[in-house]
């Protein structure tokens, strides 16, 4: 067997081992509201995160190919000049100020007074903007409260709520997880106004 026929052999076993993988599948998460933990409150981000708001921003732009040129000076696009953005990105808000809501079934959070998000507690469910389509499940584990978002393309928005230094603080982390990159790594803190 010639080398190139070994070769166009492997990429046919990997094309078909790749069409199998399947997409992940989000896990539900608690409904169950741990006792004591309640997160509302006003709270606004503290002086040392207020950077965050900023690389979210970039980081949108980025994904929506906001950095590329439309019309490449050769008149065509080159093989690495095609956007690496992912759709999970409208799906995350921020905000400097965050009013928090909690109910018996869910939170309400608004973002500086603009964009209210609700969700469920245990919730798993097929999410939209627009024609951008993903899936959501939210609820508690532990004592955060925990928001993943997943792409149709295989994106994963996850977030996570959480008091700190007795109630006094909200600990808000933002990852997202492309294709084993971690898009967005950061940790906002906000301080109870």
Known sequence: MTNRRVLTLLLAAL???????????????????????DLSGQWQLHVDS???VKRISD??????????KLIPKSGRRSKGSSSKGTLV????????????????FGLFISFDRAIVEEYGFGEKRSIS???ILADRVSGWQ???YVIETLDEDGAKLSETYRLHDNGSQLIRTIIIVYRDARLIDLQQVFDRA
């Not at 980081?59 to 590329?68: L, N, R, T």
């Open 50 to 52: 207020q950077d965050t």
């Open 15 to 37: 094309a078909i081992l790749s069409a199998c993988v399947a997409r992940e599948q989000l896990v539900a998460k608690s409904a169950a509201v741990p006792a004591g933990i």
């Open 142 to 144: 532990g004592n955060r």
């Open 89 to 104: 990105h409208v799906f995350l808000e921020t905000g400097m100020s965050l009013k928090v809501t909690q109910t018996d």
């Open 129 to 131: 903007v627009g024609p």
């Open 59 to 68: 980081a949108e732009i980025k994904a929506a190919g906001g950095g590329e």
